[in-house]
Every structure is written in C-alpha cells, then in structure tokens.
C-alpha cells in the first residue's frame, strides 16, 4: 500500500468579545464605538493565537486542543497518531534523537555532530530533507554559540537592520520561547511538505457577527477557529531532546 488512512478529527477554538452597553455608551460618538470595539478585538485574536501557539507544541490532551509536536513529533514515538497506532506500524514513527539514551552532554561543542547530524540524517530520504528547525532557547543559544567562528552579518535593504536568521543545511532555524509552548531542552526538525495546520475556511480566526442578548444589555462576538495540526508521513520528522 502506497497511501494510508490517517484521520484527524476537527477541534474547535471560540473566544467571544463581550461588551457591555453601559461600556459602549461610556465610548460614545461613532469614532469611538468603533475603536472600542476593534481594541477589544485585537486583543482577543491575540489571546486566541497566544492559545493556539501553545497548541501547537502540545501533545492535544485538553479538550477541543489540535494534536501538537508533542503528539505528532513525539518524544515517545510509538504513540497513535491520526487514527494509526505507530506501536504496530513502525513506518508511522518519528525520528528521536535522546542525548541521555546517546550519552551525549548537550553544549555548544557537541549539539551539532552529537544531535543535529544524527537527527538530520535520520529524518532524510532522497531529497526529502527538514526544512525548518524549531528550538527552544537553551538549545539555540548552544547552536548559535557553535557558530560563533562562522558568523557573517550583513545589512538589510533598508540599511536599518533586521531580523538575524541563521540555517543548518537547507533548513531554517529559528528559536522559540518556553512561554509560547515549546518544551525545555527540545528541538524540531520539520518537513513542512508533510505537516500542515489545517483550517476550516469558514472558521479560521473568523470574526462573526455579533451577538446581542435578550436578557442583558450586552452584545458579544465570537471569534472561530476550527481545524487541527496534521502529517502525512511522521517518519520525516524528528525531536532532539536532554
């Protein structure tokens, strides 16, 4: 069999915007309304994406959360994922680089040939290689730290300065906090041609109309994301961790 039914099912994320009469008439005059209620808007998308990102690295326990890294990418590989169980069917199981399991102390001179090669080759096939490199701050600092003879800087096209991105082969590494999900001591090598955050067209980060209620002098906004984090093939995709 070339193709194998993996199945994910759809989760559902809402924050409502909720809004008071007496808090719209206090902003009264159009212009104000208007700004009022796009302020709190704004920060209920950002509350709603500062969710998701955490999503994102999650393992998909809670209720209504997209199975994450920590479900797809998994640190213990042989879990189920899309409805295919990897503790039977061993081709659906991501690539693990443990340092501990390799006896490799995780620093500046040992996270390249100790942990980046080995996950790097494991997670390639022909021309399918990662693409993106996700690591957490500790890790990222080591690899920075063991680029220091190779740095190069150079101007942006503004000639103002911008953002300083650094690669590992093919792929692009950047790092992220551990307040946005991303667990302690922990990299991703991605391919992004097999993963994909789906979402649903008629509820993606959807603000709906609003809401007002029959019993209270109030109105409300949803705002709608429905959809999950899914792979295609597991096995080209790897984890380093302590």
């Known amino acids: 069999d070339v193709i194998s039914a993996a199945e994910y099912p759809w989760q559902q994320v809402a924050v409502n915007v909720a809004a008071s009469g007496l808090e719209i008439r206090t902003n009264s005059g159009s212009n104000r309304i208007i700004n009022?209620?796009?302020?709190?808007?704004?920060?209920a998308q950002r509350s709603?994406?500062?969710?998701?990102?955490q999503d994102l690295y999650s393992d998909g326990s809670a209720t209504n959360q997209i199975g994450g890294l920590q479900k797809i990418v998994a640190d213990t590989n042989t879990n189920t994922v899309?409805?295919?169980?990897?503790?039977?069917?061993s081709f659906w199981r991501n690539q693990v680089r443990d340092a501990s399991d390799n006896s490799v102390t995780v620093s500046a001179a040992t996270i390249e040939a100790g942990m980046m090669l080995p996950l790097w080759l494991a997670c390639t096939r022909g021309n399918d290689t990662p693409d993106l490199i996700v690591m957490d701050p500790i890790y990222f600092a080591y690899y920075e730290a063991s680029q220091s003879s190779l740095k190069r800087y150079a101007p942006s096209d503004d000639g103002k300065g911008g953002m300083i991105s650094m690669k590992y082969?093919?792929?692009?590494?950047?790092?992220?906090?551990?307040?946005?999900?991303?667990?302690?001591?922990?990299?991703?090598?991605?391919?992004?041609?097999?993963?994909?955050?789906?979402?649903h067209q008629d509820a993606n980060m959807e603000i709906m109309p609003?809401?007002?209620?029959?019993?209270?002098?109030?109105?409300?906004?949803?705002i709608l994301f429905q959809g999950n984090l899914v792979v295609s093939n597991r096995a080209r995709q790897g984890v380093g961790k302590a």
């Open 169 to 199: 082969k093919t792929a692009d590494v950047f790092f992220d906090s551990t307040a946005s999900g991303i667990p302690a001591s922990h990299m991703y090598f991605i391919n992004t041609d097999f993963l994909e955050l789906v979402a």
């Open 210 to 222: 609003e809401l007002r209620s029959v019993n209270q002098d109030a109105i409300v906004i949803p």
């Open 82 to 89: 899309g409805g295919i169980n990897a503790n039977t069917y």
């Open 48 to 53: 709603m994406a500062n969710g998701l990102s």
């Open 36 to 43: 009022f209620v796009k302020a709190k808007i704004k920060n």
